[in-house]
Nanobody, 115 residues
Framework: QVQLVESGGGLVQAGGSLRLSCAAS????????MGWYRQAPGKQRELVAH???????NYLHSVKGRFTISRDNAQNTVYLQMNTLKPEDTAVYYC?????????WGQGTQVTVSS
């Protein structure tokens, strides 16, 4: 079992920045990829950014060049640096991790971008 705890959400004006963190605990040795998803009201959850254990990344097209995902394997933590935030980035952001047995989710952290 893996437990994920997110932090760093909040309210920011358009053009501002936030940094999300996700700390993993439990059976962390088996974690492969980690990522961030988001879900806005009335919309489906979507993948924002993804990083493998080896550091390969991929991003949702609309956040490329603005968001950066990084991972500290020693600290079992994944980060999402979000710059030049837009009102359409407003959502609950969820941390995700997978191992050979399952997918795991954090509780979510709210990000609100005001115009």
């Amino acid at each position: 079992q893996v437990q994920l705890v997110e932090s760093g959400g909040g309210l920011v004006q358009a053009g501002g920045s936030l940094r999300l963190s996700c700390a993993a605990s439990g059976s962390i040795f088996s974690i492969n990829a980690m990522g961030w998803y988001r879900q806005a009201p009335g919309k489906q959850r979507e993948l924002v950014a993804h990083i493998t254990r080896g550091g390969t990344t991929n991003y949702l097209h609309s956040v490329k060049g603005r968001f950066t995902i990084s991972r500290d394997n020693a600290q079992n933590t994944v980060y999402l640096q979000m710059n030049t935030l837009k009102p359409e980035d407003t959502a609950v952001y969820y941390c995700n991790a997978d191992d050979p047995l399952a997918y795991y989710w954090g509780q979510g952290t709210q990000v609100t971008v005001s115009s």
